[in-house]
Nanobody, 121 residues
Framework: QVQLVESGGGLVQPGGSLRLSCAAS????????MNWYRQAPGKERELVAT???????MYADSVKDRFTISRDNAKNTVYLQMNSLKPEDTAVYYC???????????????WGQGTQVTVSS
């Protein structure tokens, strides 16, 4: 069993900042890429940022230069620092990770439960 638990969402004014965290726990052999997605009401889920096990990062154009993804491999945790937040960043943010639970098993995709981020004055 693997669990991803997110925290750090909330209500923030435009221009403000939030830091999301996502901790993976359970039967983990290794974690490859860790990702943040978001889904706004009436829209499809979209990839926001990704970080590889070697710490390479990629961002959606809409969040470049405002969001920073990082990870602590010793804690199996990924973070998303969100600065200069805009109302259009309002969404449920989901953590996703590619995890091997055993040396001989294929990598599986695991998801957190989601955390609400609301940007509003």
């Amino acid at each position: 069993q693997v669990q991803l638990v997110e925290s750090g969402g909330g209500l923030v004014q435009p221009g403000g900042s939030l830091r999301l965290s996502c901790a993976a726990s359970g039967s983990i052999f290794t974690i490859n890429a860790m990702n943040w997605y978001r889904q706004a009401p009436g829209k499809e889920r979209e990839l926001v940022a990704t970080i590889s096990s070697g710490l390479s990062t990629m961002y959606a154009d809409s969040v470049k230069d405002r969001f920073t993804i990082s990870r602590d491999n010793a804690k199996n945790t990924v973070y998303l620092q969100m600065n200069s937040l805009k109302p259009e960043d309002t969404a449920v943010y989901y953590c996703n990770a590619d995890i091997k639970t055993h040396r001989w098993l294929p990598t599986g995709a695991y998801w957190g439960q989601g955390t609400q981020v609301t940007v509003s004055s």
